[in-house]
Every structure is written in C-alpha cells, then in structure tokens.
C-alpha cells in the first residue's frame, strides 16, 4: 500500500478556502485516494474519494494531477465546526484501509 | 438505519481482566472491520469481515484478541487477559462489498488500569 505524507497541523480563519495537500509518489494503478474528516471521540467520516483529476460534492473538491503522486483536498468556507483531523489514504476500494496520522486542522473565528 | 452501533461507549477494567466489546452494522452491510486508535495516531486496522468469513488479520491482532461475526450480522471484539497496552480506541465500520466508503462507529475507549 502506499505510504502518504500530508502536514500534521493547518491553521485556517472561518471563511477561507483550505487546501491540505497529500503525497503519496508509490501510488499504483489501482489505488484510490480517499479522504477522511475526524472528529474527537467519533469515528472517522468519509469526506470524497477519486481516481484522477477533479471530483467535487457538497463537501469538498478532490484535485489530482496527470501523475497522481500527491493530491489536494479542498475545504471551501471553513467554519469552525471543520475544525478536525483530515485523514489521506491511498489503496484500492476493496481492500481495508491504511491511516497516517492526518492533518490537524484548526479553524479560528 | 442508524448507523454503526457499539457498545459499550467506555470502558474501564483492571489489567489481566477480559473484556468484550460489540459491535452492530448497517444492516446489508457485509464486510465489517475492527480498528484500534491510540492518542494522536490515525486508526490501525485489527481485523475484517466478510459476512461471517473473518478474511485478514493484522500481526497487531495478538493471540490475546479474537474476533467473530456470527451470522454475518453484529461482531464482537473480545481481549483476553488486558494489558495496559491495550488502552485505545477500538473503532468498527461496515460498508456494502464493492463501496469506496466505510461507515465508522464512534468507538469503545478502553482503559486499563
């Protein structure tokens, strides 16, 4: 499974538009990459998933270039209940899935 | 459908105790999985189901732990003589065979004292 590698903390205002880019330069051809949002004491809850190039839902955008070694989740107009863990996984659909430590996102009023 | 249930929320027991956590999916859900999460840390995969057919284990997963999904329905999580190194979240999650998602449940938190 590929290894990811994503920063352990963000800081952001309520509002603004937050990008928490991933690498994972092993990705294979059958991987997806996959985000997760976790909250304190709750489990991890799935944000968006792609393949290659963009995916957009009512939550957040999905940026994956041609080679596919990295990856860009897009939060647009953080509130301050976004503030929470972001997790970036890389691996197929059918397989469990492998966590890193995520990304530490703190949203400020 | 509410979600992944487990029980219980928290759990406290002295070292060398068993404990049995549960665990019940989303109903038509067949593929369950156990995972463990320490402070600070993404959560670690124990262990999953298919239907009633347990297909991986992880090496984390020592002779201390078992796991079993009767029926194919709910699942149990049972540790055997704890140790204070079993302290943890212990996360399930369900999803349909061929979903890119998995529906997590908010956990048991262990604590061994």
């Known amino acids: 499974l590929a290894k990811t590698t994503q920063p352990i903390s963000m800081d952001s205002y309520e509002g603004q538009e937050v990008n928490i880019t991933c690498s994972h330069n092993n990705i294979a051809t059958n991987d997806y990459i996959t985000w997760y949002q976790q909250f304190p004491s709750q489990g991890p809850r799935f944000i968006i998933q792609?393949?290659?190039t963009k995916v957009t839902n009512e939550v957040a955008s999905l940026f994956i270039p041609a080679d596919r070694k990295s990856s860009t989740l897009s939060l647009p107009r953080v509130s301050l209940s976004d503030t929470a863990v972001y997790y970036c996984l890389v691996g197929p659909n059918t397989d469990k899935l492998i966590f890193g430590t995520g990304t530490r996102l703190q949203v400020f009023p | 459908d509410t979600g992944v249930s487990q029980n219980p929320r928290h759990k406290i027991t002295k070292r060398g105790q068993n404990v049995t956590f549960r665990c019940d999916p989303i109903s038509e859900h067949n593929r369950l999985y156990w995972y463990r999460q320490t402070l600070g840390q993404g959560p670690e995969f124990l262990t999953y189901f298919q239907n009633e057919a347990q297909l991986e284990k992880s090496r984390l997963l020592s002779d201390r732990f078992s796991a079993e999904r009767p029926k194919g329905s709910f699942s149990t999580l049972e540790i055997q003589r704890t140790e204070q190194g079993d302290s943890a979240m212990y996360l399930c999650?369900?999803?349909?065979?061929?979903?890119?998602?998995?529906?997590f449940g908010s956990g048991t938190q262990l604590s061994v004292l």
């Open positions: 999650a369900s999803s349909p065979g061929t979903a890119v998602w998995r529906d």
């Open positions: 792609g393949y290659k």
